[in-house]
């Protein structure tokens, strides 16, 4: 009978490419890694934080429960607010590169998501049109879509970058990540759109 080989770490790290040699090699300190509430240290960050965590549970509540009635609309209020704030902290904050990066790019984009929805919705509330009511659907599956990433992105960084010494390493790391993330949650945004237009609108989108 055949004799399965366990598995072997060094093996492993000496075949692969140099990037991800070092960071096997080095491994993750998990407790530090997610060592949770150190990652802000004053009351922006802090602000930042919450905002974001609130926006992560809440949109979730939207996207999943029925639409339109009174409490769908306060929890969307809800949830733009905390958008509309934990984006506009994050493009004062400076702290990862001391200056403005991707990440001030990425929120300054889900700030004009987040508040086209807004408005978005007052224009159908005022019309009816049913293009204001898609454009209201799209616009808030992006924005949440958006905040989602955002929290892989800030767990890598902020909990996995410490661990990484390289600069090469991290990038290439986070840039795969990003890839992954990105293709898997704009086809989950896309179906659900499609969905979401189907039951409002009775017809294929």
Do not use: C
């Not at 790290?13 to 491994?27: I, M, Q, R």
């Not at 639409?67 to 493009?91: C, E, P, Q, S």
């Not at 700030?111 to 454009?135: D, F, H, P």
């Amino acid at each position: 009978m055949k004799q399965t080989m366990p598995y072997d770490l060094h093996s492993a790290v000496d075949t692969a490419p140099g990037w991800l040699s070092e960071f096997l090699e080095k491994g993750i300190d998990w407790q530090a890694a997610y060592a949770f509430w150190d990652w802000s240290n004053d009351a922006l960050g802090h602000l930042h934080m919450y905002t974001a965590i609130a926006a992560l549970v809440v949109g979730a509540a939207v996207l999943m429960r029925r639409k339109g009635d009174i409490a769908h609309r306060l929890l969307g209020l809800v949830y733009i607010f905390a958008m509309l704030t934990t984006n506009a902290t994050a493009l004062v904050m400076y702290e990862f590169t001391g200056g403005p990066n991707f990440f001030h790019v990425a929120a300054a984009v889900s700030l004009i998501t987040s508040a086209g929805a807004l408005i978005a919705i007052v224009i159908y509330g005022a019309t009816r049109g049913r293009k204001a009511l898609e454009t209201h659907i799209e616009l808030m599956s992006w924005s949440y879509f958006g905040v989602a990433l955002a929290a892989i992105a800030e767990v890598f960084t902020r909990g996995l970058g410490p661990q990484i010494d390289s600069l090469r390493t991290f990038w290439t790391l986070f840039s795969v990540s990003m890839a992954i993330s990105g293709v898997l949650g704009a086809g989950l945004v896309f179906a659900y759109v499609r969905s979401a237009k189907r039951r409002w609108f009775g017809e294929p989108a």
